[in-house]
């Protein structure tokens, strides 16, 4: 087996980069994962809910990272009218974000009614947008919903946007169930899947009492996890990778309400060429962290003459944390860290930046 893996640039369909300091600090390692193109969470303070914030917010990360190529989203909310959809897609706006209200970090402004939304669904559809959906219904006791079965419950609001709106491209974002998996596949063309790193790796065991493992969806079961993993190996052109990386200060994490978010930006492709080697299925890594989800989202594939991303098996261990840019360094107020999944573990694989 060789030592050298050369594949393209990856490209990650679904990144939280933040605002301010931790923006500053997270859209140079963009490229340091072995990344040029990012589809860019509007899940912002306030939201993305405008074309005009929209491509603000696309300005200042590509002054950051000239080299990466950021796909701009916006946040479904009243604010987003069909008049709307029309000119985020004359400003080259790909896709629309939608979170169920209260499921994650900053969803309070989320959607409480899909009907409602309707006449956007259609525009968006006519327009040719995608709409990326957090796929967890609310949790509700006396519903009988919570964190474990939220997005299972939420299957079927899938299929109905489905079949209201079968040209729509549909994406349900970060899943975490076999249910999900089995949904999508027996869904059409338009409807598509992504997977993060980390519920490739993790179940409910890693995650309860260890915050920095803690995102929403949760990893749920083996017998879920064990489904993300076939459906990858299997390399189904509708799943794709979307890293869900989303980074919160160390003190937001250990506090008495852990932050939702795993960070996995700066090690993402070494992450994932660990994993698929462990799954014996290395060759299906290009597709899934670059052909797949570039076809469903429109995208040219990378041009074969274009420099190429070389990754050799050498052991790296992962920091045990990351600094974040901040005035406080020159003050003397206490520096904020990013503590990243599985910090200070080993992985099999580190890019070659010499190549």
């Excluded at 390692?29 to 899940?43: D, F, H, K, R, S």
């Excluded at 919903?145 to 079927?156: H, P, V």
Aim: net charge negative; hydrophobic share 40%.
């Amino acid at each position: 087996m060789s030592d050298r893996l050369s594949l393209p640039w990856a490209s990650d369909f679904h990144c939280h980069l933040r605002q301010g300091d931790m923006m500053d600090t997270v859209v140079p390692m963009v490229e340091q994962g072995g990344v040029q193109t990012v589809l860019a969470m509007p899940n912002l303070t306030p939201p993305l809910t405008t074309t005009e914030m929209a491509v603000e917010y696309g300005a200042a990360l590509q002054r950051l990272a000239p080299g990466v190529d950021f796909i701009l989203t916006l946040y479904l909310s009243p604010e987003l009218t069909p008049e709307e959809v029309g000119r985020a897609a004359k400003a080259g706006i790909t896709a629309v974000k939608v979170y169920p209200s209260g499921v994650t970090t900053n969803s309070d402004w989320g959607v409480l009614d899909f009907k409602a939304y309707y006449p956007t669904f259609q525009a968006m559809q006519d327009h040719n947008l995608v709409l990326c959906l957090h796929g967890e219904c609310p949790s509700d006791a006396a519903k009988g919903i919570c964190i474990l079965n939220a997005e299972e419950r939420f299957l079927g609001t899938l299929r109905e946007l489905h079949g209201s709106f079968p040209r729509l491209r549909i994406v349900l974002e970060h899943a975490t169930t076999k249910a999900a998996v089995d949904c999508v596949k027996s869904l059409g063309d338009t409807v598509a899947c992504t997977i993060t790193a980390h519920h490739l790796f993790i179940t409910i065991d890693d995650w309860a009492g260890q915050p920095h493992h803690f995102c929403k969806p949760v990893a749920k079961y083996p017998s879920d996890r064990d489904a993300l993993q076939d459906v990858v190996r299997s390399g189904h052109p509708r799943f794709f990778m979307g890293s869900d990386s989303a980074p919160h200060p160390r003190r937001a994490k250990q506090g008495e309400k852990p932050a939702a978010g795993v960070f996995t930006t700066p090690i993402l492709v070494p992450l994932m060429a660990t994993l698929f080697e462990r799954l014996g299925c290395l060759d299906r890594l290009e597709s899934f962290i670059s052909t797949h989800g570039r076809s469903f989202y429109q995208l040219p594939p990378v041009a074969a003459s274009a420099p190429r991303l070389t990754l050799r098996r050498v052991p790296f261990v992962i920091p045990a944390t990351y600094t974040v840019k901040s005035s406080a360094q020159a003050s003397g107020r206490e520096v904020d860290v990013v503590v990243p999944f599985m910090a200070k573990q080993e992985l099999a694989w580190q890019i070659d930046n010499d190549a």
